[in-house]
């Protein structure tokens, strides 16, 4: 069961990544003639960074680019301070048009006053939520539903995020499934890749008897990728680990914490993310637990997108006369905002 969640993420993968693009592709011409396609997905300091499916992301230096269009709106900010949300085409005078964006076409803008294309919001909350839930009637009444909320704070120096999420089902009037997920970290980034950081991990979970999984430590952690396409950070750190029961022995170790957060845009309609915490025991590396939270995104429009996940949750000694394998596959819609 614990290759469930590898399985799912490598088939997500796989199938993924030879769906047909169901967007045309943005454009740039350089200096020299050459046409570069791809998606336009950000534009920091002198490069306007360009990504496809067939490379890696590629950065493309401001002045050495002639034209430049878009056919997905983009966020444009100028040197003025203003922010212009819209598609962008490059008139016969070299100069830039913005349209379809916010009512307006704002139209003689030169590259070189844009100042950043898409940038990581700063210092305002940002995430998603999702409902999923499924309903089976006649031979078996079976109903379920699940509720998550995932948001975000990026600072100049920090990052402060927080995580819920809830399940529940019952089958033939009884119930089966009941628990809930929660978790809050604090980054401060001592350089632009290598921050430290505070968690606190929480799961309820009626039917494996655990009133309380407490998960609570420092550690550091190193951001390998982190733009509109591909996002990747790896964590390492010292926990204090404790889980309260309701009718058996309370239990209390210090664990090992390790994390990898990905992310990444298969197509402009399809992403995929995989969150992965591995918790060894310092009494005895053998007795682990171990939580992954794979799921693919199919963007529908105006910020919402179909959602398939699959959550794995396994303990390598669990309570006396239950499972060491708790898993769930929901589908059901998510709102970014």
Known sequence: MIGRACIFSLAVILLSSVAPQLLLADEITLDNGNHVAGTV????????TLTSDYAEPMKIR????????????????????E???????????????????DGRIASGIELKSVTAINPPPVGKWHGTVSLSGNLQAGNTDRSGLSFGADVMRR??????????????????DAMTTRNAFGALQYDYFFTKKFYGYLGVELLND??????LRAVVGPGAGYQVWDDPVKGLSLEAGIAYFSEDYEAQEDKSWMTVRLAANYRYK?????E??????????????SDFNLRNEAA???????????????????SNEPPVGKKSTDSLLTVGLQYAF
Do not use: C
């Open 41 to 48: 997905t950000s534009l920091s300091g002198d490069y306007v």
């Open 62 to 81: 401001k002045k050495n680019i002639t034209r430049i269009s878009t056919n997905t709106p983009v966020e444009l900010h100028l040197a003025t301070g």
């Open 83 to 101: 922010v212009i949300k819209g598609k962008l085409r490059t008139g016969d005078d070299g100069k830039i048009t913005v349209d379809e964006g």
């Open 155 to 172: 600072g100049d120096q920090d990052r402060f995020s927080m995580r819920f999420l809830y399940n529940i089902a019952e089958e033939n």
């Open 206 to 211: 009626t039917f494996k008897d655990l009133k």
């Open 266 to 270: 298969l197509t402009d309609w399809l």
């Open 272 to 285: 995929f993310t995989d969150r992965l915490v591995l918790y060894p025991s310092l009494k005895k590396m």
């Open 296 to 314: 693919l995104m199919t963007a529908i429009g105006a910020g919402w997108s179909m959602k398939l996940a699959d959550i794995l949750d396994f």
